[in-house]
């Protein structure tokens, strides 16, 4: 379930779990890409360093993403001279450049099998009222005197030369390689519940023991920690993927005007993002201020993080690998403000506060009110509704059978919904995941769906 095709062609290593107390220098949560750039910037510090993941490597959004190392972003050179100015749009973009050129020393220097190919990433419309917003980029890139390209298969498109594709989780899987080959462990089914400060000392809750360290570094894509308000300044995308059979296309390609997306995989297939598309699916954090929070979580803190890569994680992990590791190990970075935490744009994150209200409504009020007949539900359907009185969420297998849980979402207790495309439980507030049967998929919650049993008697 919810296998993507970098799963099924990659070979997973695996790795122990957290069986007993740990006293390390620096601790890594979240074993995706992000986490791995920064196990691989830090793997030759003086420093001791453990990742753990809560499931298994690589096995989140990592693992089901599209894949284009780009440092065209859609639309958001735009938006950030909007909202910020030419200078900001600079820096993220010299950011992300060097990011893929790190990115293809390291493939190259480590000889890394991950299918890695140079293409060219466009974005394009066929629609005449998109057109200005294409001409707006090229605009800044010409501001940026970075050389753009065009197609001439569609009314307006511009496009940058040496971007590229690879296979995310051989890249990953090689990348846990070397770091163990260089003293970092790693640890799977390891989730961290609670994190206390002692002294100096952060000590985190994993399997019931205790893990004591210097440094800590939120690499979970998006915070279970509610500390900093991060789930008010960030929120989740999902987005489904398909893998497509002889749709051959050369290039990245990503439509403007209907979001959909394409790059290849090889000579005759390709992978697409379409309104209909469900081979599988993944969610991504979109920074409300439109600019990735990679940095100290307070100002003086040896506590990171890095959240809100807004799909376009591939360069942006090796940007904020890169960038933890010189806050750790003191050296300059040019993109050290740039990402820090400490500064908000009310004037980008507006219009997502209407639909970060939205969903809120329906989660914490509209939701209660749900009141749907369990007669009328058909199988592999589920429904939010009163059974005895109280509010259950109700899912009916394929052999007709009904299970029944409690509808509250652990995380902040919202009224969950169901989706019929995926089989999945969502809570609309935050975007927690839970399978037809209640399991925890994706966070921020930390626990399942409570499974209720039905009073026979009433
Ligand atoms: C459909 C889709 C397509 C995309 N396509 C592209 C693309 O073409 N190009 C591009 O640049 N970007 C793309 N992205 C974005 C990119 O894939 C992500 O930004 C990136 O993979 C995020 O990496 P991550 O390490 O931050 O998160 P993840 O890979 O999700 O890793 C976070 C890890 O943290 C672990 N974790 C969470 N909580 C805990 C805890 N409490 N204790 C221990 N472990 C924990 C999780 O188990 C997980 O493994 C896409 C995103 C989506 C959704």
Redesign the pocket.
């Known amino acids: 379930m919810n296998q993507s095709y970098w799963q099924k062609t990659s070979k997973k290593t695996i790795e122990k779990r957290i069986e007993t107390d740990i006293s390390t220098d620096i601790v890594i949560?979240?074993?995706?890409?992000?986490?791995l750039a920064l196990a691989y910037q830090l793997k030759d510090s003086p420093y001791r360093v453990i990742v753990?993941?809560?499931?298994e490597?690589?096995?989140?959004?990592?693992g089901?993403?599209?894949?284009?190392?780009?440092t065209f972003h859609a639309l958001h050179y735009q938006k950030i001279v909007q909202h910020y100015d030419i200078h900001q749009a600079y820096l993220y973009y010299k950011s992300n450049e060097d990011a893929l050129s790190q990115i293809k020393e390291i493939i190259q220097k480590e000889n890394i099998q991950c299918q890695f190919q140079e293409n060219e990433s466009y974005i394009y419309t066929d629609d005449p009222q998109y057109v200005p917003y294409i001409e707006r980029e090229k605009e800044i890139f010409d501001l940026l005197r970075v050389p753009t390209k065009t197609l001439d298969t569609h009314l307006s498109s511009l496009g940058l030369e040496h971007q590229g594709i690879f296979h995310p989780l051989q890249y990953l899987y090689a990348l846990i390689r070397i770091c163990k080959e260089h003293g970092v462990c790693f640890y799977e089914h390891?989730?961290?519940k609670h994190i206390e400060r002692k002294n100096q000392q952060f000590v985190l809750n994993v399997n019931g023991k205790q893990i004591h360290c210097l440094y800590l570094i939120h690499?979970?894509?998006y915070p279970?920690i509610k500390k900093g308000l991060y789930f008010l300044k960030l929120f989740q995308q999902k987005?489904y993927?398909d893998f497509v059979d002889h749709q051959k296309t050369k290039n990245s390609l990503l439509c403007v005007d209907q979001t959909v997306s394409y790059?290849p995989i090889d000579e005759t297939n390709s992978l697409s993002?379409q309104r209909d598309s469900k081979d599988w699916f993944?969610?991504?954090s979109i920074a409300l201020r439109g600019i990735p929070y990679i940095g100290r979580l307070d100002q003086q803190s040896n506590e990171f993080v890095?959240y809100g890569?807004q799909?376009?994680?591939?360069?942006?992990?090796q940007v904020a690998g890169k960038l933890i590791a010189d806050l750790i190990l003191e050296r300059d970075n040019p993109y050290e403000e740039l990402y820090s935490c400490h500064y908000f744009s009310m004037s980008h994150a507006k219009p997502y506060y209407a639909k970060l209200w939205n969903n809120t409504k329906r989660g914490m009020i509209l939701n209660h009110f749900q009141n749907h007949s369990i007669q009328a539900l058909q199988c592999q359907s589920g429904i939010v509704t009163r059974v005895h009185g109280k509010l259950r969420a109700v899912y009916k297998d394929k052999k007709g059978e009904l299970h029944y849980f409690s509808p509250y979402c652990p995380h902040l207790k919202c009224i969950v919904e169901f989706v019929e495309k995926d089989q999945t439980w969502t809570c609309p507030c935050h975007q927690s995941v839970y399978d037809a049967y209640g399991k925890l998929i994706e966070?921020p919650s930390?626990f399942s769906l409570q499974k209720k049993d039905i009073d026979k008697r009433k």
Do not use: C, N, P, Y
């Open positions: 949560i979240g074993g995706g890409l992000s986490g753990l993941d809560k499931d490597l690589g096995s989140h959004t990592s089901h993403t599209t894949a284009k190392i780009t390891s989730e961290v690499a979970t894509r279970f987005e993927v790059r993002i993944a969610q991504d890095i890569f799909k376009w994680g591939m360069t942006l992990s966070g930390l």
